[in-house]
């Protein structure tokens, strides 16, 4: 990253709250161009919800989110504060794309159209473009093959990888990942690790909260780990994994390793 190169997402300062419960205690975070930052932590210590916050799928109350160098514009304080300007979190949204746990495929559409549909009508791009360009991803992903087949007729790891080819068609900024294959047998799950280190191989930009901590050992160039709400420490992976420093970090990595 060049100094005149704005990281793709920054965060400052970020709290959250789901009513008297606060979540997210004042984090920062960022993910430089080219970097595969990982999350890592317990359940319920917030790594989802920062990731959601970043994509701005949910409301935080306090502090800053910058995509690209550009703040998120807020109106209104606490539970009361909502982004400013809807065309920005479109915006920001689709240079965003996001890889949920459980697929969210349309059942009703065909594998090819699941993954042309966003490009098409969120974007207004060519239809014969993005076809193309579908078909392109699908055959990265090692399943062109049933680019005609029902998300039904796929296995787990299948359909997760339509789940980003489907992110990669939006031709984001980043690709988020939350839990991508936590929902998957051990099997199926290695199909979808060696796609997500082949993307950081080619430099993309990815946020990956996973429970898969040879993921994040292999893949990433920073790894931050979250306890309750906040980041009890971070560094490169080498250090966090061979050194760790915190006695919560040493106790989760050992749990992990059992």
């Known amino acids: 990253m060049t ?3 704005p990281p793709v997402i920054e965060i400052r300062d970020l709290h959250k ?3 008297s419960l606060e979540v997210i205690k004042g984090v920062d975070m960022v993910a430089p161009r080219g970097h595969v930052i990982s999350l890592i932590g317990s359940s ?5 919800t920062l990731l959601r916050c970043a994509n701005l799928l949910e409301d935080s109350q306090q502090g800053e ?3 690209e160098g550009e703040p998120v514009r807020w109106k209104g304080t606490g539970q009361g504060r909502h982004p400013a300007d809807r065309k920005q979190v479109t915006r920001i949204r689709t240079n965003l794309s996001m890889v949920f746990q459980q697929f969210n495929l349309w059942t009703h ?6 993954v042309m549909e966003a490009p098409v009508t969120v974007l207004g791009r060519d239809r014969d473009e993005v076809e193309q ?7 990265k992903v090692g399943i062109g093959d049933k680019a005609d087949a029902w998300p039904a007729q796929l296995s787990g790891g299948q359909q997760q990888r339509a789940a980003i080819a489907r992110a990669l068609c939006m031709e984001p900024r980043a690709l988020l990942f939350d839990e991508p294959t936590s929902a998957l047998d051990p099997e199926l799950e290695q199909e979808v690790i060696r796609v997500i280190k082949a993307l950081a191989e080619e430099g993309r930009t990815m946020i990956i909260v996973t429970h898969d ?11 931050v780990f979250l306890h309750q709400g906040k980041i009890e420490e971070e560094g490169s992976p080498d250090r966090l994994f061979g050194q760790p420093e915190t006695p919560r970090l040493r106790q989760f990595l050992s749990a992990t390793a059992a």
């Open 213 to 223: 901590m040879n993921l994040a050992r292999d893949t990433s160039d920073h790894v």
């Open 44 to 48: 319920g210590s917030g790594k989802s």
């Open 65 to 67: 989110i910058v995509f």
């Open 3 to 5: 100094p005149q190169e």
């Open 17 to 19: 709250s789901y009513g």
């Open 109 to 114: 559409m065909t594998i090819l159209q699941n």
């Open 133 to 139: 360009a579908a078909r392109g991803y699908l055959d």
